[in-house]
């Protein structure tokens, strides 16, 4: 099961860094996705990485968010700039052994999920 850290506050046009911890094994094989949800919402995906490394963003995000892959910590990382009010959400981690790319944003693509780390943005 993924673990997701580094959620928290920060000021309008601040930056935060999550981590999310894949497996102690075989991390590499993963399809990992973020996904942000706000209560009574749809759960929304933002950004999702697979094995060789190739990347899809939501256009919410494209430009401000960067996922990248820590191999030697076995986390998938997503680096979040120029954060605007809207970007406030808890944020989950999820991971799939294989789905189909074209829909590597939509939930339904993941078996493994986190709990959650809260991202407050304060305008």
């Known amino acids: 099961q993924p673990v997701e850290s580094g959620g928290g506050s920060v000021q309008s046009g601040g930056s935060l860094r999550l981590s999310c911890k894949v497996s102690?094994?075989?991390?590499?094989?993963?399809?990992v996705a973020w996904f942000r949800q706000v209560a009574g919402e749809e759960r929304e995906g933002v950004a999702a990485?697979?094995?060789?490394?190739?990347?899809l963003y939501s256009e919410s995000v494209d430009g401000r968010f960067i996922i990248s892959r820590d191999s030697a910590k076995s986390t998938i990382d997503l680096q979040m700039d120029s954060l605007k009010a809207e970007d406030s959400a808890t944020y989950y981690c999820?991971?799939?052994?294989?789905?189909?790319?074209?829909?590597?944003?939509?939930?339904?693509?993941?078996?493994?999920w986190g709990q959650g780390t809260p991202v407050n943005v304060a305008s």
């Open positions: 999820a991971a799939a052994i294989r789905l189909r790319w074209p829909q590597a944003l939509s939930q339904t693509e993941y078996s493994y």
């Open positions: 102690a094994y075989a991390a590499d094989s993963y399809f």
């Open positions: 990485i697979r094995p060789d490394d190739k990347i």
